[in-house]
């Protein structure tokens, strides 16, 4: 069996629009995350769902929020690049070996 993941999901726009979805936020300073994480507390349109990696020290969140959100972050993100916004994309599972 193969499994893939599509990587090129990763520099795509994010468009706002009517709904919501799961997206991933990552960042390779883990601090900065955690510090996002912190802070996302606060703000009732972003519902975290899991972390990825150390407890300590993730590397990735998983949120569930409104499209509009996701494209309002991705626009604040690219002005530091600290952190990094993606649509979290189901694995596919493909071939007959």
Known sequence: MRWAISL???MRTIE???GSGRYLISAA????LSQFIRSSDLDPGLQLIDTLGPVSAPHTAVYDMAHTKAAELQRLFAQ???????PDQPLSMFGNS
Request: glycine share 18%; proline share 6%; net charge negative.
């Open 80 to 86: 530091s690049a600290d952190l990094k916004i993606e």
């Open 29 to 32: 300073d883990t601090g900065k």
């Open 8 to 10: 090129d999901i990763a």
């Open 16 to 18: 706002g629009g009517p």
